[in-house]
């Protein structure tokens, strides 16, 4: 699979249009699969788990043949809705259908205080499809049983395209110091793409390459595997100059090694002690070449500072002063807030700015007030509750610390942070055991 992925990716840099063919066959395959076996084996959440790894892929390569910017979300929710259909939820996702009639308000309310200039439909649908697609997915992952070896499945399914993204960024800009102009996100070293979104999809590869490295390392040639791709994913997401991305990969993978460590027993932490030391290692090799590669640029990048060496005034790149005028909103409209997609036209209206801060959790509150408030609360404050009585779940604190970065920096632009933290309500068990076939003695 790692072998086919590296083929559709240069397949893809080599004839464009081939990543249309790539996007259908990916659609077509898990349709088959999932209807041929009734989702009995979770079909629909590899084919959500995959489109959510390849969406960033399937934008920048314009792969969708309906020109819908929000293909691959789309795709994600069909499958889940799909998975629904044939699986149902559990008894315990009252709370994600709360989640969902809370968004309702702020839409209702939008219908009265957007300007007229504004498509209604477009401007709900752009801000929501994000929302809803992380309630449908935790609708359908609540307390869903999943046995390691299937969130194993999740887990490549995750990684595998975006193996093909980092190998089609490496051919579209193999030399990325022909394309540095200073320390601020660069569209040609990620593909002629939105830096802060590439960042965040190949930082969804890299921790799924440190799991791997962790889970499916058993010999010398497979660690060797491993440790590669995850220096081409983490050097190419270095060199997008976009750190959300990275940092939080680099985050939920410490919480990752630190609760894998903490549960396993003491012959598995001496076993996998060389894995963490490789790692190190092939972490610091490929910031050192990234270094010298950016002659020292990224450095004066992850210190806040320009091209000339100087500290930036503003750690957050002005977003404190869009999250600002968001808060300002809530506070002025805690009830109703200012509607579903009116955050921008407020914004300009006050501050004349035309820019989005891509911070959920202030835009929730700005635009649906109490209500958002309340939705905010059951994403935070339930996955806990959950956790109380499921422990099993290993991936649990890094995939809602996923989500939570993620949308702080990158709001929900893209189903990432949506579908990954659906993952942390999944209930892991043991895999079943084959009942022993019992013979009756023949009595003479």
């Not at 076996?37 to 390849?54: F, H, Q």
Request: hydrophobic share 45%; proline share 3%.
């Amino acid at each position: 699979m790692i072998a086919v992925h590296i083929a559709v990716g240069f397949g893809v840099y080599l004839f464009r249009p081939f990543a249309k063919v790539y996007f259908m066959a990916t659609v077509g395959i898990f349709l088959f699969y999932l209807f041929k076996n009734g989702n009995k084996n979770n079909e629909a959440l590899y084919a959500a788990a995959y489109i959510t790894g390849a969406e960033v892929f399937f934008r920048m390569t314009d792969a969708s043949p309906i020109p819908i910017y929000e293909a691959g979300k789309y795709g994600v929710i069909g499958f889940i809705l799909l998975g629904l259909f044939f699986s149902g939820t559990s008894r315990k996702s009252g709370p994600y259908w709360l989640y969902l009639l809370l968004l309702i308000p702020g839409v209702v309310y939008a219908s009265s205080t957007l300007g007229y200039d504004t498509n209604f439909r477009k401007a709900v649908i752009f801000n929501l499809s994000g929302p809803f697609c992380l309630g449908i997915a935790a609708l359908y992952c609540v307390d869903r049983k999943i046995t390691r070896k299937q969130l194993q499945y999740i887990i490549w399914s995750l990684l595998m395209p975006t193996i093909a993204m980092g190998v089609y960024l490496l051919f579209f800009t193999p030399d990325t110091r022909s394309v540095l102009t200073g320390t601020g996100s660069n569209y040609a070293a990620s593909g002629g793409f939105g830096p802060n979104q590439v960042s965040t999809a190949v930082g969804i590869g890299m921790f799924c390459l440190v799991i791997q490295l962790f889970n499916n390392s058993k010999n010398i040639i497979l660690l060797a595997i491993n440790l590669g791709l995850l220096s081409l994913l983490t050097y190419r997401g270095i060199v997008t100059f976009s750190r959300g991305g990275v940092l939080t990969a680099l985050i939920i993978s410490v919480a990752f090694i630190f609760f894998y460590f903490k549960a396993v027993n003491i012959k598995t932490k001496k076993r996998i002690i060389g894995p963490i030391l490789f790692l190190v290692l092939t972490a610091s090799f490929t910031y050192l070449l990234t270094s010298v590669r950016t002659s020292g640029l990224i450095d004066k990048r992850y210190a806040n500072k320009d091209a000339a060496g100087r500290v930036k005034e503003d750690l957050s790149t002005g977003r404190t002063v869009l999250i600002s005028s968001e808060l300002e909103a809530f506070f002025k409209n805690p009830i109703t807030g200012i509607g579903v997609g009116k955050i921008k036209e407020y914004r300009e209206e006050t501050q004349g700015i035309s820019a989005a801060s891509h911070n959920e959790l202030s835009r929730m509150l700005s635009e649906h007030g109490l209500s958002g408030l309340f939705a905010l609360l059951i994403l935070g404050v339930y996955p806990l509750i959950f956790r109380l009585s499921n422990r099993r779940n290993f991936l649990f604190f890094s995939m809602l610390g996923f989500w939570f970065l993620t949308i702080n920096h990158s709001s929900m632009r893209i189903a990432a942070p949506a579908f990954i933290y659906s993952l942390c309500l999944l209930n892991i068990v043991n895999e079943k055991k084959k009942n022993p076939i019992h013979r009756e003695r023949i009595i003479s």
